[in-house]
């Protein structure tokens, strides 16, 4: 038990990214791509779930002085470090062993995001911005990997989109740590010291806004409109607005950020709204 909860499998929601280019990609009903999706997805999950493990090796003293974190089972003593990095290892072999026996260039973009993200939990996340990058990349690495392990070539507009929609989401969540900091007065992450409300209010402000111009730019493109053969994909932007929206609501209301994936999972009106994009979508590509 105390090792799945070190792997954060709840957290493994955010590798369907590798799905999207099957989606956008006009694939959904292929099922060789499906089974290489899968492939990318399940190599991405055991890769998140390496550095999750090295994460709660590096920050173990801070896990213990937190509230929350100090019930990891690092932080609580449950799971050596020892132990931690004999897993992570493990962990690591597969998530690159499994993509290289299928597709070699797979296995280089999940070694690109371990480097990276190895980099983060060393250093990279002490530097505020930088740290909130960081992250927005390694999901647009996990959309270059479902495009790599179904062949289907990605439109800068969707690599764009997810990288600002990721911005907006590590930016809500750094919100989340300059609250703690304000009410506790100890920063939860050293690079919490340099984000204050006004910069991280402002940061969400436009990033969501540019996404959204984003998104409603490429829904009229002539060249989205040429290749799906209909000129109503703007229609989806409503679920794009209302989506933002609530999520800015459950951020600055309701002060539930803290953890994106978590609120997504609990948040109906979320669930809806993206089951209503997602429907909107399929049926103005598919039908």
């Not at 509230?67 to 962990?91: D, F, M, N, Q, W």
Request: glycine share 4%; with cysteine.
């Amino acid at each position: 038990m105390n090792i799945i909860k070190i792997l954060r499998p709840h957290q493994w929601v955010k590798n369907t990214f590798v799905f999207i280019p099957l989606f956008f990609g006009g694939s959904l009903f292929d099922a060789a791509d499906w089974i290489a999706s899968a492939i990318a997805f399940f190599a991405f999950c055991m890769a998140a779930s390496t550095i999750y493990c090295l994460n709660d090796i590096i920050d173990v003293e801070a896990d213990r002085r937190h509230e929350k974190k100090c019930h990891r089972p690092i932080a609580a003593g449950l799971v050596s470090k020892t132990e931690a990095y004999i897993l992570a290892a493990v962990l690591a072999v597969v998530a690159l062993g499994v993509p290289y026996i299928y597709n070699k260039v797979l296995a280089v973009v999940i070694a690109i995001y371990l480097m990276m993200n190895v980099a983060y939990c060393l250093r990279l996340k002490q530097y505020a911005i930088i740290d909130v990058c960081v992250l927005s990349t390694g999901f647009v690495l996990r959309i270059l990997a479902g495009g790599v392990a179904s062949d289907i070539v990605l439109s800068r507009w969707i690599v764009m989109m997810t990288f600002l929609l990721c911005l907006f989401l590590a930016f809500t969540k750094r919100r989340d740590d300059v609250l703690i900091m304000n009410e506790t007065g100890e920063a939860p992450r050293k690079s919490t010291t340099r984000y204050n409300l006004t910069f991280v209010n402002q940061a969400i402000t436009i990033t969501a806004s540019v996404m959204l111009v984003c998104y409603v730019m490429y829904t009229v493109s002539p060249e989205v409109i040429e290749r799906f053969q209909s000129p109503n994909l703007y229609m989806t932007s409503f679920f794009v607005i209302i989506g933002l929206l609530r999520y800015i609501q459950l951020t600055v209301i309701d002060r539930k950020s803290g953890d994106p994936t978590l609120l997504v999972l609990k948040d109906r009106f979320i669930q809806l709204v993206v089951i209503g994009w997602l429907a909107t979508f399929a049926i103005i590509i598919y039908l």
